[in-house]
């Protein structure tokens, strides 16, 4: 499988934008890359996933490299409620999710 | 609301006492899965159904069963649980296996065994 690295933390203050990297440079080409959050007490939840282009949703934004070895969600205002763990996770059409150890993200009132 | 449901939320046991713990979906989705999730070790996937009566072992099936018999529902058994199958557990789905499909997860049942 396909593996990726993120860092360990990450800090921001409320209201301001946070970029979380992520590297995948041994990603293929038909390797979705998807991004999930954990909050405290709380299953994962999806917050987008793309294969070459840039994407945008309500939650966040998804720039991905155009060798596609690196990617990084942008969450534009972070709030309290965005404290959790973020994790990077490509999948290729197998059944599973490979989840690895996250960002874990503080954000500052 | 769609959502994916898990039960019990908690639950303390013992050696040896047969447990199984119900996943239930209401969004028609053919795939379904189980994780556990241990402090350090991440998420981690013990079994997954890509449709009825269709399974297949994840990474840690050992010590666990699940069945497949109605779309909605995915339960998972622990026909003889034992200490180091202490865990958080978490149900999910998806539309089906496809890797552009994002998976729901359940609220987790954080299990004990004693």
Redesign the interface.
Known sequence: DAKTTQPNSMESNEEEPVHLPCNHSTISGTDYIHWYRQLPSQGPEYVIHGLTSNVNNRMASLAIAEDRKSSTLILHRATLRDAAVYYCILRRGDYKLSFGAGTTVTVRA | EAQ?TQNPRYLITVTGKKLTVTCSQNMNHE?M?WYRQDPGL??R?IY?S?NVEVT?K??VPEGYKVSRKEKRNFPLILESPSPNQTSLY?C?SSLD????N???????TRLTVL
């Open positions: 994916v795939y899965s991440g998420l996937q997954y890509m297949d994840g990474d978490f999910a296996r496809g890797p552009y994002e998976q729901f997860f359940g609220p987790g």
